[in-house]
């Protein structure tokens, strides 16, 4: 006696097909809880979407700054906004991919071994999640620059956000490594001094007169090139090529360095 074939919507899906979708749905939901974690860190709150709108309050929207003309249509301010709002999506950037260590000294990653999410995937959530966290710190801290007297062309308000909420994608990979790399103790004390040091040293505040010692020093640091390509659409400012080879350079360097951290780690889990 034969039974007769399966209909087609009752047959047993192949293992090859499962696994993609199950894959997906796993990312889609460590990626919300990616978020609320992030969300509901106070300290990740205060520094990525308090402290850049307060420092522009503080240092840059004086008179002087509203006043004085760096081109057509703008403002020193809006320079001093931009280079506030890209710290803030660096900072926001280093902090979520360093949170890889936290999760290593808790186990984490280990249960996660028990899960359709791949080890790739992993690196992938934590990069959008802190992605979308430094999307909401430069779109807060531009909304407080132009209601606090910060002008350029419509143009670079758009070019200006989207370089230096992309640009911090080089960082989130700097993070992922330092979030390897370290002691679980020693990551928190030691990222936020060292991007901060990075971002003076790089000309990202204030930068440098061409011809000097600090200038020539700051075309190798790691903010230099992210700093020169937001602030370029200001006024229709030009860039050097030094700053693009910078920026491809620092994040070739950044990812290698998470790739090769990360496979170390998940050899041993």
Avoid: H
Avoid at 25 to 45: F, P, S, V
Avoid at 128 to 156: N, Y
Wanted: glycine share 8%; charged share 10%; hydrophobic share 55%.
């Amino acid at each position: 006696m034969t039974s007769a074939p399966l209909p087609e919507a009752t047959r047993p899906t192949s293992g090859s097909a499962v696994r993609p979708i199950a894959r997906a749905g796993a990312i889609r939901t460590y990626l919300r809880l990616e978020l609320r974690r992030m969300l509901r860190d106070r300290r990740t709150l205060v520094f990525s979407l308090v402290v850049p709108p307060a420092i522009f309050l503080w240092i840059g929207s004086s008179a002087d700054n509203r006043t004085t003309q760096i081109g057509p249509d703008t403002n020193l301010a809006a320079s001093l906004l931009v280079s506030i709002a890209l710290y803030g999506a660096l900072l926001t950037a280093t902090s979520g991919g360093a949170g890889v260590a936290v999760e290593r000294a808790q186990g984490w990653t280990r249960q996660l071994r028990l899960t359709p999410l791949a080890p790739w995937a992993y690196v992938l959530v934590k990069v959008l999640a802190s992605m979308a966290v430094g999307a909401v710190s430069v779109l807060l801290t531009f909304g407080v620059g132009a209601f606090a007297g910060a002008r350029m062309p419509a143009s670079a308000w758009v070019l200006c956000a989207l370089i230096a909420w992309c640009g911090s994608l080089v960082f989130a990979a700097f993070g992922l490594f330092m979030g390897y790399l370290l002691p679980t103790a020693s990551v928190a004390q030691v990222l936020g001094p060292v991007l901060t040091v990075l971002s003076f040293a790089g000309g990202l505040f204030l930068p440098f007169s061409d011809g000097t010692v600090f200038a020539a020093v700051s075309r190798v640091m790691p903010t230099y090139g992210l700093a020169e390509l937001a602030r370029a659409p200001l006024g229709g400012a030009s860039f050097e090529v030094v700053a693009v080879v910078n920026v491809a350079a620092w994040a070739a360097i950044f990812f290698a360095g998470a790739v090769w951290r990360f496979r170390k780690d998940t050899a041993r889990v």
